[in-house]
């Protein structure tokens, strides 16, 4: 474990780790009138400092998307004790989001662009009828998935290929390629996790890559089909997008010069 001072200089970068509900807000990015992660947060930095804050995120995430695991950076010349910036903004904050950690950086380290991994987790609750305590945190699905199938899909799209059938017809990216670096499909009982790391994300690039490997999993679909999805390099050969609900944001890699603390587990007992 990194130790740090408690009483940070002024003028210093700092990185904190946060978690939060998605669906308490209506994504991360600030939204005029709307409640959003990024807004809440900055507000509450923004007390603490007592100066207006703004927040670089490692990734942005829809609404109804949670994370688990996001990293964010900002630049603060007030002094402050460490544990005001994580504590003491947690008491500020509302329900739904929560600053698991705070530590100083280097002027070097950016959430987002020394990102060398970003992992997410989909999580699929099957069963004929709808949840109640789960509504939110879950895709629900009626029909029964099967693992091998999906798993089995799932090998085609590991590797570096052209995502373009996997993203969003609105996604801004200038180039589809993407590397998939690992792609884990497991289930227990009524559950079913779609674990997924990669160098970088296209816009709704899981939620589609969730979607068609339900879809096989359902048997609607053959195995090859997310092979096929992938070569066409066409969105409208690709299945539904699968909701937000079940997408959580679980860790962003950086290198070990920055000695950034671990990603927090918090959707890992389910």
């Known amino acids: 474990m990194i130790e740090h001072s408690d009483t940070l200089l002024a003028g210093q970068r700092y990185a904190l780790g946060v978690e939060y509900d998605g669906s308490r807000f209506h994504g991360w990015q600030v939204q005029a009138g709307v409640s959003t ?8 930095l923004g007390r603490v400092a007592s100066h207006p804050v703004r927040v670089i995120t490692a990734g942005r995430t829809d609404t109804g998307v949670h ?7 900002f630049d603060s010349h007030s002094d402050r004790p460490l544990k005001a910036w994580s504590r ?15 530590i100083p950086v280097s002027t070097a380290f950016h959430a987002r662009f020394s990102a060398i991994g970003r992992s997410y987790r989909y999580i699929i609750f099957t069963r004929s009828m709808r949840p109640t305590f789960l509504s939110g945190k879950v895709t629900w699905d009626h029909r029964s998935l099967s693992i ?42 009524p559950w079913v996790w779609i674990d997924i790391e990669a160098d970088g ?36 050969a690709g299945g539904v997008t699968a909701p937000p609900h079940g997408l959580y944001l679980t860790e962003i890699r950086y290198p070990d010069e920055f000695k950034l603390p671990p990603a927090t587990p918090a959707c890992r007992f389910w």
């Open 201 to 236: 994300f296209l816009y709704h690039m899981v939620r589609n890559i969730a979607g068609v490997l339900m879809a096989i999993g359902s048997q609607e679909r053959p195995v090859g089909w997310a092979r096929e999805v992938l070569e066409s390099r066409d969105r409208r």
């Open 88 to 102: 003491g903004t947690n008491t500020l904050t509302p329900p739904g989001l929560v600053v698991t950690w705070a």
């Open 148 to 189: 091998p199938l999906m798993a089995k899909a799932a090998t085609a799209l590991v590797g570096r290929h052209d995502f373009s059938a996997y993203r969003a017809n609105a996604c801004q990216s200038r180039q589809p390629i993407r590397e998939i670096r690992s792609l884990r499909v497991r289930g227990s009982g």
């Open 37 to 44: 992660a990024q807004e809440s947060l900055e507000r509450a």
């Open 67 to 73: 994370a688990s695991g996001q990293v964010v950076h």
